[in-house]
């Protein structure tokens, strides 16, 4: 069977000779073969691109497969976003951290249950000066002034002196909640007759019924999805308790606590009336 007669595929500054050799037999290559011989001198290699792109692409893989939690905080870091609720002006406080909580309820060598409480300021426990004093310095930024333009977003929405607009971020508030539900454990230490304890009024139990549902309701708003893993009891296999060591990502409070305290009211300064025009 005589070959199929074709044009041979040029490049386009070789001058095609005189087709003298019309009766010569000339073998068709495949099209693919074709354009990869004639076209490789006319275009530039393509191999360093394709090495970068999957050294990158392996890159990648290999850091999100052993630090997922470390890249999701530098892009949050990154960002330093908020939510569209918070106040603007404090997002400028926003850093993440990996914490491990403390305070878990554990078992001892003879296999009873135990409150492992951290070394430090103690928030939680007998009442005591000690503990009052805690919470008092852990909260007392819990009403802030800001002025300017860190005040655009609540101006006219909320109290003004000549201090500026007065706020208190929710994460001081729930902090509030805990302490106050904490005494309500303890009522007859805080509340009652005895000297220096506080008067009870008809809102004393209602206030802490608020705080409860304050507490329940940031929550479920927060929503922290990290997982609570558990164990056997060593002393009982019929019975689990929870892994307490499971690290939290969580907001850097000490870069928050920073920003608030240097805009703290004053609790012993009296408010009063005021408006723009100072009276």
């Known amino acids: 069977m005589p070959y199929k007669k074709v044009q041979p595929l040029l490049a386009e500054d070789v001058e095609i000779q005189d087709s003298s050799t019309e009766d010569l037999p000339l073998y068709e290559y495949p099209r693919k073969h074709r354009n990869c011989c004639t076209n490789f001198r006319s275009r530039p290699p393509h191999w360093p691109w394709m090495l970068s792109t999957v050294f990158f692409a392996c890159t990648t893989i290999l850091l999100l497969i052993h630090s997922p939690v470390r890249l999701t905080r530098f892009a949050l870091n990154l960002q330093k976003y908020g939510l569209s609720s918070e106040l603007e002006a404090a997002r400028e406080s926003i850093e993440y951290e990996d914490i491990i909580w403390t305070s878990g309820i554990e078992e001892n060598d003879n296999g009873q249950m135990y409150l492992n409480l951290p070394p430090g300021p103690k928030y939680i426990g007998a009442p005591s000066r000690e503990i009052d004093e805690a919470w008092l310095d852990l909260t007392k930024a819990t009403e802030i002034w800001v002025t300017g333009d860190e ?129």
């Open 151 to 279: 005040a655009k977003s609540v101006e006219n929405r909320t109290i003004q002196s000549e201090h500026g607009w007065l706020v208190s971020l929710d994460t001081y508030h729930s902090l509030h909640c805990v302490n106050l539900a904490r005494r309500g454990f303890d009522w007859d230490y805080y509340y009652g007759d005895k000297p220096g304890q506080e008067r009870i009024t008809s809102l004393t139990r209602d206030h802490i019924y608020h705080c409860l549902e304050h507490l329940r309701q940031a929550a479920m708003c927060h929503g922290d999805l990290t997982p609570m893993r558990f164990q056997w009891m060593e002393h009982n296999e019929k019975t689990s308790i929870p892994i307490w060591t499971e690290p939290h990502t969580c907001r850097n409070w000490e870069k928050i606590r920073t920003w608030a305290e240097a805009r703290k009211r004053n609790p012993k300064e009296p408010l009063v009336h005021y408006n723009s025009h100072g009276h």
